[in-house]
């Protein structure tokens, strides 16, 4: 079962981690999320897992996936929450760059062209992995139907999801947290 309260004090205790950083999406921060703290760790992944099936309810989709490695082990235990639950449900890794042998493609797993899928990622700023992996997946003849994320930093993301009308949905955002959003260098891009 999906507990919220116990997620919170897992990312403040694991994964919430004070200093300069700079991120990702290349905009500095006093503050990191080291989401693989929680998602390579046995309750964090459960739990994860069961938020964004819970969140996922209302769409109908037959994938999750999202770019390799961040949301591989999120889509291991989705799948596995899934099967607990008689859900069928298949997962897809985005590749950075395409395979240098064999098929050379940037997705893997048994999804295949028409397919309706959700784009997940751990962190999400200003969604850039993501759109990525959106990207990628609509390439492959994929339909996003929607992106979730664990947390929001309140960095553009949802605006950057928006602006390309992909619903998005985090399980918690940085406020959730106890820590305020980094105004964007860049007008939340």
């Given at each position: ?7 919170i ?20 921060s006093?503050?990191?999320?080291d ?13 994860v ?8 309810d ?10 390799s ?13 899934a099967?607990e639950?008689?859900?069928k ?18 997705i ?20 850039g ?22 947390v929001?930093r ?6 950057n ?16 947290l106890?820590?305020e ?9």
């Amino acid at each position: 079962m999906y507990d919220r309260a116990r997620l919170i004090e897992l990312f403040r205790e694991r994964a919430l981690k004070f200093g300069d950083f700079t991120l990702a999406s290349g905009q500095k921060s006093t503050y990191y999320l080291d989401g693989k703290q929680i998602t390579l760790h046995s309750l964090g992944l459960r739990l994860v897992s069961e938020g964004l099936l819970g969140l996922l309810d209302r769409y109908e989709f037959s994938a999750v996936g999202g770019m390799s490695i961040g949301a591989d082990p999120i889509i291991g235990g989705m799948l596995t929450v899934a099967a607990e639950k008689n859900r069928k449900l298949d997962g897809f890794l985005v590749r950075k760059e395409s395979k240098g042998h064999g098929t050379q493609k940037y997705i893997e797993g048994p999804v295949k062209p028409g397919d309706k899928v959700v784009v997940i990622d751990d962190v999400v700023t200003t969604g850039g992995s993501s759109l990525l992996a959106v990207d990628r997946a609509q390439d492959f003849g994929c339909e996003v139907v929607c992106v979730v994320g664990i947390v929001d930093r309140l960095q553009g993301g949802a605006e950057n999801f928006a602006a390309r009308n992909l619903p998005f949905h985090p399980l918690l955002t940085v406020r959730d947290l106890g820590v305020e959003p980094i105004p964007t260098e860049s007008g939340g891009s």
